[in-house]
């Protein structure tokens, strides 16, 4: 009980600190996992330059998104650019990102522009991650509940090489702000008066945490604005709790879209070797999108989904359709209370029409115990709960799923973004 307590008693920073933590040990800084690293051409050259006197490697090319923005010309841009050491930084920059195989928005890409603008266009940074970037606005990126924050070119080696960064815990503010903004007021005026209440040092060795109901209702450029100006009331970083308006504003960019894991996003040894297994069991392969994976069989049903709630949503989502095909699809109501209701309710014709197979009550495809299984090789959609080796039959292969996004995996022939129907 008292674990339970002071796990609901965590704030966010912690909650987030802790699923990060690598190591911890005594008379060292702890070791924190990094989701992304943010680059732009001023900070990177001296890590870059330090990675190839060392001979190392960039760990996970996946992790970071460059633009070029500090030495940018904002006009004649067409034309070549006449700071020398500008010219030199961003041309060292794009050499960099090639020899590396990073992913760069250079002075010609339609994507370019601030990086801590650019990144939340395309959904790079997601609640619950750790984010550094070589600037100390980093912190904006806390309106997406993301732990943010700038690190020094040191550190930025140090992410590139490892995706792990030596860092001191900070201490955690709460920022209550109530109310309601006036036509013309926006989030840099919060940000300015909190920092004219606490002063330009008052955040020093914290991370702040914005709640009430004026917060709620800023809109997440206005969170972005809050975030960033974190940073000038000298705290390590800013954090805003995710909400619908959060998700709705991810929804649908470039990299909110999932890919099979690779070994090299995890800094632990044992959990880099899982992944190779589960990589090797599954016959999938690092970095593959979600959506270029291919079923076999789906199926909708089992303790976790098979109920008339589960049912409905699956049958709105393939009414019209039909079963690609190849695919078997079986719909398997948890009870016969739950069938009769479907069946009354038209469910099974639509289940049928679509070439599904609308069977009797049982836990069927949840496990291999009663006929309905995997053959070995076989991939699966599956509502079911578990997905260790052997669950669905020896040598198959279960991806486990949503109702919804099972129905919409059975009419395509493989897995489907939801949110894109």
Known sequence: MQALEYAMKKTMYEKIWDSHLVVDEAGQAPLLYVDRHLMHEVTSPQAFEGLKISGRKVRNPHSILATMDHCVPTKNRHLPIADPIAK?????????????????????????????????????????????????HTATHGAFGALAFGIGTSEVEHVMATQTLPQKKSKTMQVVVNGSLSKYASAKDIALAITGKIGTAGGTGYVIEYTGSAIRELSMEGRMTLCNMAIEAG????????????????????????????????ADEGKRKACEGALAYMGLTANTKITDIPVDLVFIGSCTNGRIEDFRIAAEVAKGTKVAPGVTALAVPGSYHV??????????????????EWRDP???????????????????????????????????RTHLVSPAMAAAAAAAGHFVDIRTL
Not at 106 to 134: A, L, Q, S, T, Y
Not at 238 to 261: C, I, M, N, Q, S
Not at 343 to 353: A, Q, R, T, V
Request: charged residues 25%.
């Open 362 to 396: 049982g836990c069927s495809m949840c496990l291999a115990m009663n006929g309905d299984e995997l053959t070995k090789g076989q991939r699966s959609a599956s509502t079911s709960n578990r997905n260790f080796e052997g669950r669905q039959g020896k040598g198959g």
């Open 339 to 356: 069938k009769k209701q479907a069946e009354d309710e038209g469910l099974d014709k639509i289940f049928i029409e679509a070439g599904w």
């Open 235 to 266: 705290a390590r970083a800013g954090l805003v709790a995710p909400d619908e308006k959060t998700y709705e504003y991810l929804k649908g960019r470039e990299f909110v879209d999932g890919v099979v894991p690779s070994p090299e996003s995890f």
């Open 88 to 136: 030199k930084q961003i041309e060292t920059m794009a050499d960099n990102c090639h020899e590396n195989g990073l992913n760069l928005y250079d002075m010609k890409n339609p994507n370019n522009g601030v990086i801590h603008v650019v990144v939340p266009e395309h959904g790079f940074v997601h609640p619950g991650m750790v984010v550094v970037c070589g600037d100390s």
